[in-house]
């Protein structure tokens, strides 16, 4: 069966501080792949996705990941993280319109 | 309307008594899901409707659980004689041929 890890629970970073969440997966044929972000209250919302092409995809609020298909991950990034960032991201993984296997979550606080 | 819509956003229950959450997909997405976020389990699939096909309910932890689409549209989740580990957010999620699934602001559930 296809899992998708998130290999931190929670990460606190100051304000200005950059960021790498980690996300492995273990689906070995054609996926997508996807981080939603849940801000506090809200419902998710897709931060970004890739289906094919560039590895380096970009996403909304300057996030970016880069899908590494010889390691399986799909890492989210940002150079610089916001106090509005703090959230819970999620990665996740689809081959197709098929239901998404979503990772445990990781909880980024960031601090003034 | 524009979003997913999901009723009620709370509900607290008895333990043993039965439950029903509904969700409304946007219009004209052929495909519909049921996930359920808990403490510690992250996003966890339920069931999925894809069409007029036969549902796949192979997320269902039991057979308290059952789902049912209308029309195509309209869909209510089903929980009866509630646990308190059923404690959880339910979020639904509808798609429609593009870049990825629309979630709900999700039911919270909370199981005494």
């Known amino acids: 069966a296809q899992s998708v890890s998130q290999h931190n629970h929670h990460v606190i970073l100051s304000e200005a501080a950059s960021l790498e969440l980690g996300c492995n997966y273990s689906y070995g044929g054609t996926v997508n792949l996807f981080w939603y972000v849940q801000y506090p209250g809200q419902h998710l919302q897709l931060l970004l996705k890739?289906?094919?092409?560039?590895?380096l995809v970009k996403g909304i609020k300057g996030f970016e990941a880069e899908f590494i298909k010889s390691k399986f991950s799909f890492n989210l990034r940002k150079p610089s993280v916001q106090w509005s960032d703090t959230a819970e991201y999620f990665c996740?993984?689809?081959?197709?319109?098929?239901?998404?296997?979503f990772g445990k979550g990781t909880r980024l606080s960031v601090i003034a | 309307g524009a979003g997913v819509s999901q009723s009620p956003s709370n509900k607290v229950t008895e333990k043993g008594k039965d439950v029903e959450l509904r969700c409304d997909p946007i219009s004209g997405h052929t495909a519909l899901y049921w996930y359920r976020q808990s403490l510690g389990q992250g996003l966890e699939f339920l069931i999925y409707?894809?069409?007029?096909?036969?549902?796949?309910k192979s997320g269902l932890p039991s057979d308290r659980f059952s789902a049912e689409r209308t029309g195509g549209s309209v869909s209510t989740l089903t929980i009866q004689r509630t646990q308190q580990e059923d404690s959880a957010v339910y979020l639904c999620?509808?798609?429609?041929?593009?870049?990825?699934?629309?979630f709900g602001p999700g039911t919270r559930l909370t199981v005494l």
């Open positions: 996740a993984v689809n081959p197709g319109n098929t239901p998404l296997v």
């Open positions: 409707f894809q069409g007029n096909s036969a549902p796949d």
């Open positions: 890739y289906f094919s092409g560039d590895p």
């Open positions: 999620a509808s798609y429609g041929g593009g870049d990825t699934q629309y």
